[in-house]
Each structure stands twice: as structure tokens, then as C-alpha cells.
């Protein structure tokens, strides 16, 4: 069997709670022969600060680079607020996505039955929704120059930002895209606005060339980006894989999130390209949600998002695939059988904190196995 080499960097905040139940799980699998790891553990976000100074050290980023994926929890909290901008606890994060170029997110919307009704849609909308936002990570507006204010002479200001994407860039996300969909339910929805941006229609160009040479066999479809907002609050479940731009995946990802009730239980990755030598993507996994420090260190903190991560992780970079299987399974178990943390708890169901939630995920593991 081979063995997986996995960086755990738990951060800040809750981080380090959720991630606890992560080991927990880590372990099960380890014990029960259903995969190997082998874990090496760093600080990353405050923590590191506090440390040596900075958001993540240099050791760390040697691991991340030796690594076959990293699981994070989250970065930030109000005491770091004041330290400078270059190395405030989001800075680490930066540098992992930067160094690592980390170019593809992925952001799967799953609402699990047992929640459909902590949506804000009707629940026949979204029982059973699984949708996977594609998002470019690396480029276009957020980083593209000139991105300036000047002063005017008439008193007025002038902001500049600038959209730029390169045709390998729209080509690397969309192979991301279409390969995934072959996984899935083989359909990809491009999105962005081709009718007043250039950017968009070589955007459009290029996906669809993508799709000509490579992968006819995955149904694809070309929507504006609005209505493609439009159509996500209307009827999410036509979707399988949407894949779009820095800024427009920004703001559906956020939407497709809300569909499925917790930013608790949203996991994430974020995908680079595939090394030479050893034919590995480079891979980050973490909860969509951030440090939460207002339910910090009082073992309320639902670790189902940091779960799914790891679900995420067997599942893309180890192919482990069995084991991403049981891991979702049992979260879905765990929830079909009534229990809950603060967060996505409902009256007459049994409520728990996180090392309850663990233990619930833990013995439905054992049920299954
Ligand atoms: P947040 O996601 O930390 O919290 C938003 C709300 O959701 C809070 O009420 C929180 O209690 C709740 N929540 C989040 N995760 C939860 C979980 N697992 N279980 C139960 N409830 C949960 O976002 P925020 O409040 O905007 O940011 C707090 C800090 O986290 C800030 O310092 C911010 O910069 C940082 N942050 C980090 C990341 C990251 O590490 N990727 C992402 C977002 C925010």
C-alpha cells in the first residue's frame, strides 16, 4: 500500500480544534489497514507568527513543497491585527497558493438531505445538490497591473484594476474542469461575459477549444456569468461542474455555499499543475470557513468542512477513493441520524460539540466497516 505523505498545518482559531478530529480519522484509517499516511505537522497563520515572525516559516515551506498534499485549517484573529501587512496570518496562506501555484479551486456545494431545510431555497430545490465551482486562482483582476488610484486635478479619483488572462491560463483551469467532470456527472457549464469583456470571449474561445481536442465526450455549455448567478438560486441541481474566472468564482462559490446551509461544512482544494518527475498535482485542502474566533477554544466548532477536506484529499491527490467514500458516507450517516453541532443544529436532534462530532464520525466508520 503506499503511503501518503500529508503536511497538516492547523493555524489558528478553531483550526487546530477541527483538525484534531482530522487525526482522529487519520488514524482510523491508518489502524484499520483502509490507507497510509505519513504526517509531519508545521504552524502557518498566527501560530507561526508568534513563533519565528512570521506567517510561515521557511522549514514549513520546505515540507509543503516535500508534501503529497496539505490539509490547513484557517489563518486570523483580531490579535494579530495590527502586526504589518506583509506578515499578517493571511500571508502564509498567500504564499502556499503563490509558491505552490496553486491555479485551480475547487469548491464543491453538497446539501446532504438531512439539511435541506437550513437552506435559504425550498428544499426540493436543493435536496441532493452537488455542485463543483471551478475557480481560477491565480490570475485575472485581483492580480492584474496597472491596479491603481491617482489623484485627478479636478479633485476627483481615478481606480484602476485590470483583467488579464493569458490563453494557457484559461486552458490549464479548463482541462482542471472537464477532467473532473469525467469523474462525475460529465457536464461543465463555462461561465463569464463574453458579450462586454474581452477577456470572455477569449475565455469562451479557448474552453471550447479545449473541448474540441480533448474532451468531446463531456457535455458543455456556455452561460453569462449573470445569469449563471441567476440560475444557481433558481434551479442549482442543473449544474455539475462550473468552471469560471477569479472574480466571477468568487462570488458563485459563495452563492453555491449558501445553498447548502454551514460554512461548517464546506471543504475546498486548491489544485497546481502536475510535476514532471513525479507526475504528482500540487494540492491544498481547507475548509471553506475561516478562524472563528468567536466560538474558539469552547469545542463548539463543527469539523465536518475540515473532514470533507481530508475526504477531498484520498480522494484527488491519493486516489484513494474507497476511503473518500467512507468518509462521506459516515458524514452523511452521522447527519441522517439526528446529530449536531451549534451550527446546523435544529430543534428535536442531538446536540454535540466537536469531539462529539468526531466521535459520531468515528463510530459510523466503524458501523460501516
Ligand atoms: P469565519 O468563517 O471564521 O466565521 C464566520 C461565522 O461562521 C462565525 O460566526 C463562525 O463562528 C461561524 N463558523 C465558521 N466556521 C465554523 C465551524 N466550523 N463551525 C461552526 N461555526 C463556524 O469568518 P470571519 O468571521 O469572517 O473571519 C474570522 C477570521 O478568520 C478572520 O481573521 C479572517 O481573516 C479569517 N479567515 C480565514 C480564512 C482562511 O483561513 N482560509 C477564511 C476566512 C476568514
Not at 19 to 44: C, H, N, P, T, Y
Not at 274 to 290: D, N, T
Not at 300 to 328: C, K, T
Request: hydrophobic share 45%; charged share 25%.
Amino acid at each position: 500500500m503506499a503511503t501518503h505523505k500529508l503536511l497538516l498545518l492547523p493555524g489558528d482559531g478553531i483550526g487546530p480544534e477541527v483538525m484534531a478530529e482530522v487525526k482522529r480519522v487519520i488514524d482510523w484509517l491508518d489502524r484499520r489497514g483502509v490507507a497510509s499516511f505519513a504526517i509531519e505537522e508545521d504552524l502557518v497563520g498566527g501560530a507561526a507568527y508568534d513563533s519565528c515572525g512570521l506567517p510561515i516559516s521557511e522549514e514549513a515551506m520546505a515540507k509543503a513543497f516535500a508534501a503529497d498534499a496539505i490539509l490547513l485549517g484557517a489563518v486570523g484573529g483580531a490579535k494579530w491585527a495590527h502586526v504589518n501587512y506583509e506578515v499578517r496570518p493571511e500571508a502564509g496562506l498567500l504564499r502556499l497558493r503563490k509558491d505552490l501555484q496553486l491555479f485551480a479551486n475547487l469548491r464543491p456545494a453538497v446539501c446532504y438531505p438531512a439539511l435541506a431545510d437550513a437552506s435559504s431555497l425550498k428544499r426540493e430545490l436543493v435536496e441532493g445538490l452537488d455542485v463543483l465551482i471551478v475557480r481560477e486562482l491565480t490570475g485575472g483582476v485581483y492580480f492584474g497591473e496597472p491596479k491603481t488610484i491617482t489623484d485627478l486635478s479636478d479633485g476627483q479619483k481615478r481606480a484602476i484594476d485590470t483583467q488579464i488572462y493569458e490563453s494557457y491560463e484559461i486552458e490549464r483551469i479548463a482541462r482542471v474542469a472537464f477532467e473532473l467532470a469525467r469523474t462525475r456527472r460529465n457536464k461543465v457549464v463555462s461561465t463569464e461575459k463574453h458579450n462586454v469583456m474581452k477577456t470572455g470571449l477569449l475565455w469562451k474561445q479557448v474552453v471550447s477549444e479545449v473541448h474540441g481536442s480533448s474532451f468531446e465526450d463531456v457535455a458543455l455549455e456556455h452561460q453569462l456569468a449573470d445569469s449563471c448567478g441567476m440560475q444557481l438560486v433558481r434551479a442549482p441541481k442543473q449544474f455539475d461542474v462550473i468552471v469560471t474566472d477569479n472574480l466571477f468564482g468568487d462570488i458563485l462559490s459563495d452563492v453555491a455555499a449558501m445553498l447548502t446551509g454551514s460554512l461548517g461544512m464546506l471543504p475546498s482544494a486548491s489544485l497546481g499543475g502536475v510535476e514532471e518527475v513525479s507526475g504528482r498535482r500540487r494540492a491544498l485542502y481547507e475548509p471553506v470557513h475561516g478562524a472563528a474566533p468567536d466560538i474558539a477554544g469552547k469545542g463548539l466548532a463543527n469539523p465536518i468542512a475540515m473532514v470533507g477536506s481530508l475526504a477531498m484529499a484520498l480522494r484527488y491527490s491519493f486516489g484513494e477513493l474507497e476511503a473518500a467514500d467512507r468518509i462521506e458516507a459516515a458524514i452523511a450517516g452521522v447527519l441522517a441520524g439526528g446529530v449536531r453541532t451549534a451550527d446546523i443544529y435544529s430543534e428535536g436532534k442531538t446536540r454535540v460539540g466537536t469531539a462529539g462530532m468526531g466521535d459520531a464520525i468515528l463510530a459510523e466508520l466503524d458501523k460501516a466497516a
